[in-house]
């Protein structure tokens, strides 16, 4: 009679024990989670003797929850754009692939790429799925603490 009562009560906790459910978010996108706010951007293609980067006159901010899979990028304060995301590799026709963010709303994708020292979110101008686009500009974002 007690192991009845016993395994009913373990059955019973078993049955109503509610597991939190969450998505595992592997290491590289943990790393691109959160807010980035725009440092500089580098010209693709200076011209000779030119500046090679500047300084934005405006502020923009991207934040990428990757738990829920969105996008969203502000432009001084209003929203610019909002996309569901994925990260994926693009081969470059050899066999050596890139980190590419792909924004669905649009069907476009960025490269991406961290720098060291200091720590910088760099994406690559976006261009259309299906395309390479050569000579785009790279804009660096600095985590937003």
């Avoid at 979110?121 to 603490?145: C, H, M, R, T, W």
Wanted: proline share 5%; net charge neutral; glycine share 6%.
């Amino acid at each position: 009679m007690k192991m009845t009562i016993i395994t009913f009560l373990i059955t019973f906790l078993m049955v109503n024990c509610q597991l939190e459910s969450s998505q595992a978010i592997n290491p590289e996108m943990s790393k691109l989670n959160g807010k980035w706010k725009l440092s500089k951007i580098g010209y693709g293609f200076p011209a000779p003797n030119g500046p090679t980067e500047y300084k934005p006159t405006y502020e923009e901010v991207l934040d990428f929850n990757f738990s829920t899979n969105a996008f969203t990028r502000t432009k001084d304060g209003k929203v610019e754009e909002i996309s569901n995301i994925k990260t994926s590799k693009l081969t470059d026709g050899g066999t050596s692939s890139r980190d590419i963010i792909i924004f669905e709303k649009d069907s476009t994708y960025s490269f991406y790429s961290f720098t060291e020292n200091p720590i910088y979110l760099v994406l690559y101008q976006a261009a259309p799925i299906g395309s390479v686009l050569a000579d785009g500009n790279s804009y660096f974002y600095e985590k937003v603490k």
